[in-house]
């Protein structure tokens, strides 16, 4: 994950209400369904659990992941956009 991906992140564990709004843009939903791509959801599940307990390596590689595909990268770029307006 790169810098600005993960000051995103910070930013939407700071505000909720934020969040709320991210996951119910299309972008939002768009970024739920290559996150639960392929295992149905059971990945980004222990990535969330393993978050809430201090470990975010999990969803660090989940990110990287979606990134990796050009779709997903532009996804995520236009998040950080999104997030920083």
Do not use: F, H
Request: aromatic share 0%; charged share 20%.
């Amino acid at each position: 994950m790169d810098e600005k991906t993960a000051r995103m992140v910070e930013q939407l564990k700071s505000n909720p209400a934020m969040l709320q709004a991210l996951m119910q843009s299309r972008d939002g939903q768009a970024l739920m369904q290559m996150l639960t791509q392929g295992d149905r959801g059971a990945g980004l599940q222990r990535a969330v659990q393993s978050a809430a307990k201090g470990d975010t390596s999990e969803m660090v590689r989940l990110v990287n992941q979606v990134m990796q595909s050009p779709g997903g990268a532009e996804l995520v770029q236009r998040i950080n956009k999104a997030v920083q307006k």
